[in-house]
């Protein structure tokens, strides 16, 4: 109703306190424990339960619910500016689908469940299908600009990605969503990556530059690499591939610095 969630107990009708008009969809988990969907994110009758929904509501509430859908082993959230949230049953974790990832748009307005469990999404520019079970995933590390990836490397732990619009690294925010986070000076064209030894080797168009994990730093007098590889016995030399030829590298008093062409 307008003013929100009612009971009838054949005699009186009762407002619902948890529920008010934003109420989107409720169900229940058992005869004890209700869930209500609201505008602002998932509430529950037992408090002590609302810290485990924190992360997820401060998303849902900043992308506005729109639709919610039990799922066969999960439950899905349509967003009206954050795509699709997908999460497991007790709500302790969950993934964001978007444009970034493969979304026409953000705006979810209607979701279907296929029996071999993939979603058919509905949004303001048509019909997406998502396949779950999938093994690939669409990313983009750029985000909305959606450059062409030339480059993957795993170094420190982390996943990195060189683009066409520079390189980034696969975070996880405080509500433990994967982020691609642009790495300061590295923008522009990167050609490839290459962990050596305690650096990580961004091939640039704008030269060759190394990444300790902390800072970017440029090896002077180089542009439009394309290649860097070790010299067999040599571990204060390095050989580059570049756009007019190859060249060698050295380090010297603790900075590298290119000595031959």
């Not at 506005?64 to 302790?92: H, I, M, P, Q, W």
């Not at 990444?211 to 860097?228: A, C, L, S, Y």
Request: aromatic share 12%; glycine share 10%.
């Amino acid at each position: 109703s307008e003013e929100g969630l009612m009971t009838f107990d054949g005699e009186l009708l009762m407002k619902v306190p948890q529920a008010d008009d934003r109420l989107i969809h409720f169900e229940f988990v058992d005869s004890s424990k209700v869930f209500f969907f609201e505008k602002a994110g998932v509430i529950c009758e037992r408090p002590e339960e609302m810290k485990r929904f924190k992360d997820l509501n401060d998303y849902l509430l900043l992308h506005e619910l729109n639709l919610v859908k039990r799922l066969k082993d999960a439950y899905c959230f349509g967003t009206k500016r954050g795509g699709l949230v997908l999460t497991n049953l007790d709500f302790s974790n969950f993934t964001v689908l978007d444009v970034r990832n493969g979304l026409q748009r953000n705006d979810v307005s209607s979701v279907f469940q296929e029996e071999n469990g993939d979603l058919w999404v509905g949004t303001n520019n048509g019909i997406d299908y998502v396949e779950l079970g999938a093994s690939f995933r669409s990313i983009n590390p750029d985000g909305y600009l959606r450059g062409a990836g030339y480059a993957a490397q795993e170094f420190q732990d982390e996943l990195y990605f060189g683009t066409g619009n520079g390189l980034f690294r696969l975070d996880r925010n405080e509500a433990g969503i994967n982020e691609y986070k642009e790495l300061e000076n590295s923008q522009g064209q990167v050609w490839g990556l290459k962990a050596l030894g305690d650096l990580l080797w961004v091939c640039h168009h704008e030269g060759l530059m190394s990444w300790d994990g902390r800072k970017m730093t440029k090896v002077p007098n180089t542009r439009g690499v394309w290649e860097v590889m070790s010299v067999p016995g040599y571990d204060d030399q390095l050989l580059i591939g570049h756009y007019e030829g190859l060249s060698l590298i050295e380090r010297k008093n603790g900075e590298w610095v290119k000595t031959k062409d």
